[in-house]
């Protein structure tokens, strides 16, 4: 069986014939085609905790598929889907239509609703066609599936639910179908109503519809984990705006901050990218106050180090309680020993976690793999960060002990040859091959095309090492702990000086993507050293070039920067990392060249970003192809893209930090803020922004004495109006 976390082949397609619909809760998620439908054969069906419940369901009448007219998503877990059933021979209309509304969220409830516009009675037969295979994500992912039926070793039982409920009614008839594997058992209830016949595969309906009016059914189905039958979250006749989901939903859409701008498409992506946010989180049962965000759906609808960590860290602008939980979370599951299994070690920080075989609901079942370079100095950033916006000071001291256990792991495992740079390489062959955030196999390369061999030293993994060294350096400071406050700051210092030596490939102009096994520059053009700019870790007289390069031709699409130059080897426009361009890799880049001073071109491809999400509805996708603007006046997409997906929606966030050069130091009693706006903006105002513990409200524009104002701020904070540039963040500061 192939690992999931090294699965180098294509991914499924989710509708071959394009339009599907991805409703999701937290890990329950529901893939269909346009008409509500999942078809068996596919990668659709209804999802829960990286198991496949449902994977065949269709709704016909008259044993005819109804004729799709619109699929509408009331919210990022619930949809309505609008038919007609097929007209008859020498009629150009019909007179039914039929209506289906979904909720997922721990299964899914479906109420199904025909309407008649007759002026007679209309009598139909209404058929539920569905089937399970209990297949793992993976497996559906990759193509390896089968058919989704037929399986001999799923039973089904009917139980027609002789007797009464609790409050005197017949209970519903139950069709259940179960699965086990060793000790391992899975199940799936699927509850209705009022049908005329109950078997395993089909549910049918006798219905005379009235005329002008209708009739209706709901189905419930929940999953059944180790003999454990859990009912769906939304029930067949009780209230929705009363469900967990939908009232934190509703709470989410309450506290973030608003925007109000004259740039349409700023207002728009802005505004989409905090929902889909709002719609990627996760609450652990074991601990729901403390609230994480998913990677992407479908496929990642769990927890990662690395795309978690940078996604609260482009969110901190509208809530710092993603920080808080994910950085709780990711502490709660650090590496305590070593297991080349699952490439744990002491202190290191977790890539993925998957649920396939947990006992529960809580994340503390899930299974684990820690193959990753970079999220264990992530979580020593983000959590210095969190410091510099003033909000959780008592939780940030309780992690304290996590971030130095991480820098345990820096020093010791991840530098593991003692040379201050730190590699990766993994611990058997079922581990990833490339274990930075380009982790595809193919994913760092030489210019000549040439594919990079570990153990290798990423340059965006030493970005992120010398920002943990910095904000190590800082907490030390804070405790009046001097003798590690000027360790940390001298290893940054080393750091530093090495990097720009070892990495500078002088006559080319920009940095290696990495150093290979023997030390050797890999000396491609990538995204990867826009991420070094970002942390300070480039010397300013190289910054320059380095931002000629990324904005050159060959790295600039129009819409983003390609992950690969296109004149580099081995691109290709519609790779997963060699060429695509990522959002919140153009993001991270376009921060970086603002630190830098360079604020026309990180302008320039945020607003290139903007243009691309507003092109597709105000939603950024994980990624799309390099093609360039010039050739196609949309971007085009990648085919297995996820979306919502997390760091991608929380890339507009960063933008707008960027434009608004927001850089807040509250422990040092500063802020700086100094927005550079281009012309097509002429007024800005956020409101609500979570700063200091207050509510902080930005507004730019001429109307605004000084052309800019900050308001809600604790007195003492010093407001600097002046943009803080990479100096005051390094180890000489």
């Known amino acids: 069986m192939t690992d999931p976390w090294n699965f180098d082949g294509p991914v499924t397609h989710l509708d071959a014939g394009g339009g599907s619909v991805t409703l999701v809760d937290e890990s329950t998620f529901a893939i269909s085609a346009g008409a509500g439908d999942m078809h068996a054969g596919t990668a659709q069906?209804?999802?829960?905790?990286?198991?496949?419940?449902?994977?065949?369901?269709?709704?016909?009448?008259?044993?005819?598929?109804?004729?799709?007219?619109?699929?509408?998503?009331?919210?990022?877990?619930?949809?309505?889907?609008?038919?007609?059933?097929?007209?008859?021979?020498?009629?150009?209309?019909?007179?039914?239509?039929?209506?289906?509304?979904?909720?997922?969220?721990?299964?899914?409830?479906?109420?199904?609703?025909?309407?008649?516009?007759?002026?007679?009675?209309?009598?139909?037969?209404?058929?539920?066609?569905?089937?399970?295979?209990?297949?793992?994500?993976?497996?559906?992912?990759?193509?390896?599936?089968?058919?989704?039926?037929?399986?001999?070793?799923?039973?089904?039982?009917?139980?027609?639910?002789?007797?009464?409920?609790?409050?005197?009614?017949?209970?519903?008839?139950t069709l259940t179908y179960g699965y086990r594997r060793g000790n391992l058992t899975r199940g799936v209830e699927v509850?209705?109503?009022?049908?005329?016949?109950?078997?395993?595969?089909?549910?049918?309906?006798?219905?005379?519809?009235?005329?002008?009016?209708?009739?209706?059914?709901?189905?419930?189905?929940?999953?059944?984990?180790d003999g454990v039958a859990f009912p769906p979250t939304y029930r067949c006749g009780g209230p929705e705006d009363q469900v967990t989901p939908t009232e934190r939903l509703a709470e989410w859409?309450?506290?973030?901050?608003?925007?109000?701008?004259?740039?349409?498409?700023?207002?728009?992506?802005v505004a989409k990218s905090a929902e889909d946010l709002g719609a990627l989180r996760i609450f652990d049962p074991d601990f729901p106050e403390r609230v994480v965000v998913a990677a992407g759906a479908p496929w990642f609808m769990t927890v990662f180090g690395r795309d978690s960590l940078l996604t609260a860290w482009m969110a901190l602008l509208v809530d710092p309680d993603l920080a808080r939980g994910v950085l709780q979370t990711l502490a709660r599951f650090q590496g305590s020993e070593v297991d080349p299994r699952h490439e744990e070690e002491p202190?290191?920080?977790?890539?993925?976690?998957?649920?396939?075989?947990?006992?529960?609901?809580?994340?503390?079942?899930?299974?684990?793999?820690?193959?990753?370079?970079?999220?264990?100095?992530?979580?020593?950033?983000?959590?210095?960060?969190?410091?510099?916006?003033?909000?959780?000071?008592?939780?940030?001291?309780?992690?304290?002990?996590?971030?130095?256990?991480?820098?345990?792991?820096?020093?010791?495992f991840g530098d593991s040859d003692g040379d201050g740079y730190v590699e990766y390489h993994r611990a058997t062959d079922r581990g990833l091959a490339n274990q930075g955030w380009k982790d595809s196999w193919d994913g760092i390369r030489y210019a000549d095309g040439r594919i990079a061999q570990a153990p290798i030293a990423l340059a965006e993994v030493q970005a992120y090492t010398y920002g943990a060294y910095l904000a190590s350096a800082h907490f030390a400071y804070e405790v009046g702990d001097m003798a590690t406050y000027d360790r940390y700051r001298a290893k940054a210092a080393h750091l530093k000086e090495a990097f720009n030596r070892d990495f500078w490939l002088e006559d080319k102009g920009w940095f290696a993507v990495g150093l290979d096994a023997d030390k050797r520059p890999i000396d491609s053009l990538t995204s990867n050293i826009g991420h070094c700019l970002w942390t300070g870790i480039i010397d300013e007289e190289k910054a320059g070039l380095v931002a000629e390069a990324l904005l050159s031709p060959t790295m600039f699409s129009g819409w983003g920067v390609r992950t690969l130059a296109t004149d580099n080897g081995g691109y290709n426009p519609i790779s997963y990392h060699c060429g695509s361009v990522w959002p919140h890799d153009t993001a991270i880049v376009a921060a970086g060249l603002a630190r830098y001073g360079f604020d026309a071109a990180a302008q320039k491809l945020i607003f290139g970003l903007l243009d691309a999400g507003a092109a597709q509805g105000g939603r950024l996708p994980e990624l799309f192809s390099g093609l360039d603007r010039s050739e196609f006046d949309v971007p085009v997409g990648y085919p297995t893209s996820c979306s919502p997906q997390a760091w991608a929606a929380a890339s507009p966030l960063l933008c707008l930090r960027t434009l608004l050069r927001l850089d807040p130091w509250i422990p040092y009693g500063k802020i700086w803020l100094s927005p550079n706006l281009p012309k097509g903006i002429g007024t800005l105002k956020v409101e609500g922004i979570p700063l200091a513990g207050s509510r902080v409200t930005i507004e730019v524009g001429d109307h605004v004495p000084g052309g800019v104002s900050i308001t809600g701020l604790p007195p003492e904070i010093e407001i600097v109006h002046a943009p803080r540039r990479p100096l005051t963040a390094t180890a000489e500061d």
């Not at 065949?56 to 619930?78: K, M, Q, T, W, Y």
């Not at 721990?106 to 209404?126: D, L, Y």
């Not at 859409?253 to 992506?269: A, Y």
């Not at 979580?379 to 959780?392: C, I, P, Q, T």
Request: charged letters at 25%; one cysteine or more; proline letters at 6%.
């Open 191 to 225: 509850r209705v109503a009022g049908a005329t016949s109950v078997a395993p595969g089909l549910i049918s309906y006798e219905v005379l519809v009235p005329p002008r009016g209708e009739w209706s059914v709901c189905i419930e189905v929940g999953p059944v984990i």
């Open 45 to 173: 069906g209804l999802f829960v905790r990286d198991t496949r419940i449902l994977s065949h369901f269709e709704v016909l009448i008259d044993g005819v598929r109804a004729e799709p007219l619109a699929a509408v998503n009331d919210d990022p877990f619930s949809a309505t889907f609008v038919s007609r059933t097929v007209p008859g021979p020498g009629h150009a209309d019909s007179t039914l239509m039929v209506f289906r509304h979904r909720h997922v969220g721990r299964g899914m409830r479906e109420e199904i609703t025909v309407r008649n516009f007759s002026e007679e009675s209309t009598a139909c037969t209404v058929e539920v066609v569905l089937a399970t295979d209990f297949a793992d994500l993976f497996a559906v992912k990759e193509g390896r599936a089968g058919s989704g039926t037929g399986r001999s070793d799923i039973t089904a039982e009917v139980d027609l639910g002789k007797g009464h409920d609790d409050d005197g009614e017949p209970p519903a008839p």
């Open 347 to 412: 202190g290191r920080i977790l890539h993925e976690m998957r649920f396939g075989d947990a006992a529960s609901l809580s994340l503390g079942g899930g299974s684990i793999y820690y193959g990753t370079a970079d999220a264990t100095p992530l979580f020593v950033m983000l959590l210095g960060e969190l410091r510099r916006w003033g909000v959780a000071r008592e939780l940030v001291d309780e992690l304290l002990p996590n971030a130095h256990r991480a820098m345990e792991w820096i020093e010791q």
């Open 253 to 269: 859409r309450r506290q973030v901050p608003q925007i109000e701008t004259d740039h349409p498409v700023l207002k728009q992506v």
